[in-house]
């Protein structure tokens, strides 16, 4: 996969936030794939290495994440904030994350969803998102100071397993239908191999594209769950509704 | 107003339906107005002629719905269902509705909430529309051979009022603010004369305009609610949050 | 129990709603003690005679419904709309309870909930009673110009059952903590005499009352829930919450 | 398939509504499939002869859905309501299929679910079905002296699409996952040759009883929605949770 | 703006907090000014001096929140806990609130709402407040030996921006029309200069004041959100409903 | 009460957290007295004294604990969080309870509801038991290499009042109905002495439970909720609904 070189019209770069080394790629990876196929610049910020799983060294994780992140076109950053397993929702996160959205200065962010009922550091951190793209436009904060303030476009919210799925939102669903799209989806899941090998992640993530895709009258697609409501200019953006059956 | 001549893009015509003469330009008049300006046809369907409101004979109605479709740019045609305030949610109907949808071919519907708390006419009228855009999809109805099947692109909810506001959608909000935009919706409302005289409806309609807008940081939104998600090809088509405080 | 002769400083009459000759007094019988043993005057308009049920005739359950009303000091009218357990939701039902309430003039109007899955007549009946609400409003329809059109106060719900209680609206608890307000209830609804022989119906209804009263700190309680939100002049009016434990 | 001659312990048949020739086997086929090779008694009611369709003719549906019922070992009945695409909440249709229930003297019953957005006949069936449990218990309706009163144990809602699933009820998850179960269901699925044959229907169904499996641990996996709360005599009856990832 | 002397019968004071100087005002300050202005002793408690802010010092928003308090008729304290943008939600901090509560001994509480999409320390601090209030009433905490348990009557929750409106939780509406309150809660709001100045946040307020007041048939209303259900001794306590449109 | 020796046939043993000394008896003790009856083993984890109360001190309260478990035929350890009305979500004490499920290994956990309106501590407790359930599962922490990971069957939630109730999740009740059963679980509350003495604290819950079996027409009930789908091999399993009115 190579993303076209030129930016969108939109230019603003794509940063997805996850809290373990897969959880972008699985909660995700077919959006940022479509993405950056389409010029657009993405950029992950990993907040833990995956330490409290049954299978796979730091050191292994490490080394997959970057390998899926080259698949998909994206850059990749790790943190580190209280360890896997181990996150907590802490103002000093919130605003080390929201010195990351000045830096990058995003148009979309992504991150997990914040229902709770999933592993526990995925909604912290989907709070800790929230709390940082609302903090990065505060101007007195002195650890910010090396930034100006920024205001991001729109924060979606993904989710990791059909559980993380919040029911009060109504999602947008992202055609991810190309042939080219998926298969650079499915090889970056792929390359989670410590992860991939058990459990059936790789199956559970294409079947739940295939389902929305089947939804929608396409192929594949991504349900992200929109922070706050959309803005548009014209109803002709607006042209596509999933409603196949 | 003067809606240019040649249609958008993606062609297709709107199609807005009301329960009584004033509903639609109540309910998203602003709407209507963008759409127009843009190039847009746009063709309301009324369903009563208001006989059992306070002010104003159906005559006098009839001739204010004219006068503000035709402020907004848009086509009018009445129907009789049932009568005003006498609505009931009846099979033939959504037939009779979808035999409109067939022959108008609409890529977008605007139809009242479902929210069961405001004019029983509305959440019904609502109802019927929601049915009709499927049962225009289906092959075998005799009263529906005049036209072929038509599948809609979506079908958005629009609240006369804040009540009928679903609090279970996400919605979309779009940007009215250009004042010429403003101005025609405006005329439009008020050209329902009988109406607008009491209860400050006009200015409901504006003050929930301008809280709309100052939530997207912009002069005036009105929200729509859809009645499928959305499905996109891109995040560039959702640049746009609302979330200026 | 005697009510005051004199009515209260806000006048208007108590109108309460029954699909069945018990309802009334097993849904909300102890507000109804609790508010004519205070000087207000209430009437009840119930919409069948019971005659789907298992036990009792129709006769009987019309003489039970009397005696009920008069031990709660309420007046009592039957009405014939589509039949026990043959209840639809026809505008014509509406039209027919608005003149009712355009008749009678209530503040306060006392109608079975809109939650589904109970008696098929009860959230039929609570529409039809919320529509009409509305309507009495409206000035243009023939069948009701023998009155004025008329505005009501508020409209509350009343669960007959737990499992009509609405999830999705805030309570008001209303203290019928009184002993005579409770023994005026209790004997109404053992007026009923054929249906409280089974089923444990009077248990269950002080069940509810004496844990909603456990909940407020005070000895029994009913629960009622308001259609619109609740408008007062000062805070000193909401000075009571429930919280006891 | 051959379900087994002897009934279950619990000895109840199960009585399946569908609005169309291929909506039970659609919707909850595999459930159906794995009850009768346990050697339950399932039967059918159909009410229409999906003649709205866009696909086959009356007849030819009547003969696959007895196919399909055969495949799935159950008997079938058709009835006529409304016809296709016509169907209106009646109580004269509600009273009918409680005496339908009173015939059949079914323990569990499955309906379409009461979700509004999705083929209007649906959700009315599901309706009239919840409805028609009720009113089989009452003892005074004429039409239904010809069978004594019946209580069913627990009323379920199958989604024929995702879009039907209701977010407001916790699942029942079923088991599906004997390889023969899931090739019965197929096979019943199939048998609606003039339906399967367009829209990829039958992967659908598949698509969602493998997720739900995924999420459950297991291969396949069908959800039902309780009309009412379960009711166990021990936790032991509830060892299984559905919690894979 | 002059309160009266004299207290009002039920006595009690109004605590009220907020998590940075202007929330109060912003959020419930029409509100304020009608209770003071009836005589009922309103006490602030401010925690943080809005440090974090683009605009204004610390000293500057410190001399601002006095002079509103003052315009508001009520008394003003600031607290410290972990400073704008870094509140957390500690066990010390909600131990710290209920000694200040029992120290003021309210009737009625006013905090920020708990819905989560808001300025991090909004929902933070409503969640505090809401542990405080149950925390004073228990006799067995140290720190809070000072003074003896109190109960409050109630606990509502304010929303400064559309967004922390609740939508499961029915409001109540609380008249606001006299134009003496209006014009002190304006006011009051200007007095916070370095925050008015920007992004229509005085415009804001009155604009969700006046569509309250549309809703309700008056001039300005503002929404408040009970923690807990409302008790009342009759339904002459509740005789006004919001619904106009 | 005398708990069976043997255990049953699904062996694993129950696993209940209270945040105070009386929550697991005054919530789920009917439960538990039904399920030690029938063989199963029972385990209390209490993570305080109680020592914020207003009643009893820590040594009292101690006594008193154990003096239940025993009458419930449970054993029961003590440890330490963070205090009475002290408690937060500390991912450590997450950790610290997986390993006491490691220990134990449970098939059902029992905690407190999420619901956020009720003793802080309550849904505190209750987050960190679902996500030390998660958090057992994971093979690499360090604290837990102790035992094997350790996935449970099922997490169920009880309400210690009912304000603590989920209203999004479809409760189970279990029939607790035998009079040996409520009589141990009555004879197990009052051995709070302390607690017991004041506000009613057992009729509240018999109160409770007598609603519930009401409900579902048997002599007592008790809700729990459970924390994921419930997953059954047949509907067999699934032949009790509430629904007796």
Chains 1, 2, 3, 4, 5, 6 share one sequence.
Not at 41 to 63: D, K, L, M, W, Y
Request: hydrophobic residues 45%; contains cysteine; aromatic residues 4%.
């Amino acid at each position: 996969m190579k993303p076209a070189p030129k930016s969108l019209p939109d230019g603003a770069p794509l940063l997805a936030f996850g809290a373990h080394p897969d959880d972008i790629e699985f909660g995700c990876g077919g959006v940022i794939a479509r993405e950056t196929r389409a010029g657009r610049v993405a950029h992950f910020v990993v907040c833990s290495r995956g330490e409290a799983g049954t299978r796979g060294t730091p050191a292994q994780r490490t080394v997959e994440a970057k390998k899926s992140a080259a698949l998909l076109g994206a850059t990749l950053e790790f943190i580190k904030l209280d360890g896997d397993a181990r996150l907590e929702v802490r103002a000093a996160h919130a605003i080390r994350l929201a010195g990351i959205i000045r830096r990058v200065r995003p148009g979309i962010v992504l991150a997990p969803s914040l229902v709770e009922n999933q592993h526990p550091d995925h909604p912290r951190l989907g709070k800790l998102v929230q709390d940082a793209a609302r903090i990065a436009r505060y101007g007195g904060l002195k650890e910010l100071r090396a930034s100006p303030p920024h205001a991001i476009a729109q924060l979606f919210f993904y989710a990791v397993t059909p559980e993380a799925e919040p029911s009060d939102i109504t999602p947008v669903l992202i055609d991810i239908s190309a042939p080219e799209t998926v298969a650079a989806w499915t090889a970056a899941m792929g390359a989670h191999v410590t992860q991939a090998a058990t459990r059936n992640y790789v199956e559970l993530q294409l079947v739940r594209a295939r389902l929305c895709g089947l939804r929608a009258g396409i192929a594949h697609a991504i349900a992200l769950f929109p922070n706050d409501p959309i803005v548009v200019e014209s109803l002709a953006q607006l042209s596509g509704g999933a409603r196949r059956f």
